[in-house]
């Protein structure tokens, strides 16, 4: 007669530095943070743990605090778990917080708004210590410009021209709540964005395409055109992960 | 008949992160920044080439600023010497600025003074963000405390209780010119030194020691009897080589 055991739903909360993992979501040809997550976690709990996150992040990005549930009937109180599964994590990956959530909650589908952060490293010069966290762009930026041409991505639009080709997703509205652009110490130049949702690859298309207009290879108001022709080849390049974290998730 | 050729002086500026080097100074176990550099530079002036540091770093140190020279008969303009030997450095070493010096110049016996830098990362929880780069030191520092402590380096000692056992170097009385601690965000503790020399592992075992006054272990005035023993088992453990910075030479 075993004893009844509840079904707890945890909350985590957890940054990692993605250069060594190819992305979040579980894969058959790479290691990835869920897989690294979930063994540990299935260690700790002596049983098999599915973990859900906000969403995914791609191979080489970067997060200060995604934020992932998973269930389990174990009885060990949340500062045991962490600590039992952070014990088990490499130097690149930690939670930083666990604790109960309420049952129903859902990473992903309670997700109201992510806030992703992006570095370029505008010098002359590439940096070594910068290289690990940041795009360089030797050619000199006008953080002006660019601001002009994100204001054209604020709001609800059809974001197919900043959507990787191929994928499955077949809505590309998303809400932008907002941009901002901000030049930092030692050459930095910080990058903002907040939105209900993101398709694959949006912020680095983004970042790409703002790239092309601080560098006075497009103009600020083509943006609305690139936007308007929902025609990924009319946007920039694709900036490279290295430089992208996600930072917040909204509930 | 062979034109004559002048003797050029060069000096260099180099950043690095020591993460995956056995350290500045060539050695036959390991590779070594000074070697890459003298492999590339020797590529682009067809010659052999022997670069002096200023100093050297230990394995896993990084630098802001190293400075070295060498001398070279090569014709090439400053400018293309940079963008030849650059195009050829790895993403963790670069070389900042390369021009040409006074004849008699040398890196090392021309310093006057040398800055390091030290990052602690003094929170709960580490950070695999912060990992490369700092210290993770858990349980909360009082930086006011190692700000007392700190002072009675300031001045001119003899820092064999500082020093790493077993080298070569006979004389252990160097000048702190100044200490600096600060607070910083995200749990980073910044620490400064500037002195005329510094010992083997001289920055990291003060900082070794500091986090012992800092976290209660010892009592600041504590650090001028550790100072006054000249006994290396008085002081603290040594600081890991991570969060170490070589930031400025001065001449």
Not at 8 to 33: A, F, K, L, S
Request: proline share 3%; glycine share 8%; with cysteine.
């Amino acid at each position: 007669m075993g004893a009844v055991l509840l079904m707890r739903n945890i909350r985590i909360i957890v940054e990692y530095d993605g250069t060594c993992y190819h992305g979040w979501q579980r894969q058959p040809n790479g290691i990835t943070i869920q897989q690294v997550l979930e063994e540990a976690a299935g260690r700790i709990v002596n049983r098999p743990v599915k973990i859900v996150g906000s969403g995914r992040t791609d191979a080489g990005v970067h997060a200060l605090n995604q934020v992932a549930h998973f269930q389990t009937e174990s009885t060990l109180p949340a500062c045991n778990l962490l600590r039992g599964i952070n014990s088990l994590m490499p130097a690149d990956i930690v939670i930083k917080d666990l604790a109960d959530a309420e049952e129903g909650f859902h990473a992903r589908y309670d997700a109201r708004s992510k806030i992703y952060l992006y570095y370029l490293h505008n010098e002359l010069i590439r940096s070594p210590l910068f290289d690990r966290y940041s795009w360089h762009v030797s050619g000199r930026l006008d953080v002006d410009r660019m601001r002009k041409a994100a204001e054209y991505l604020r709001g609800t639009h059809d974001f197919s021209s900043f959507c990787a080709a191929g994928g499955d997703v077949i809505d590309h509205v998303r809400k932008v709540f907002g941009i901002s652009l901000c030049r930092r110490a030692h050459g930095l130049i910080s990058f903002l964005i907040e939105a209900d949702g993101f398709l694959r690859y949006m912020v680095r298309n983004i970042v790409g395409t703002l790239v092309d207009a601080g560098s006075g290879k497009i103009n600020p108001e083509d943006v609305r055109d690139i936007l308007a022709s929902q025609n990924r080849t009319a946007a920039g390049i694709t900036a490279p992960p290295r430089g992208l974290f996600l930072k917040e998730v909204k509930y």
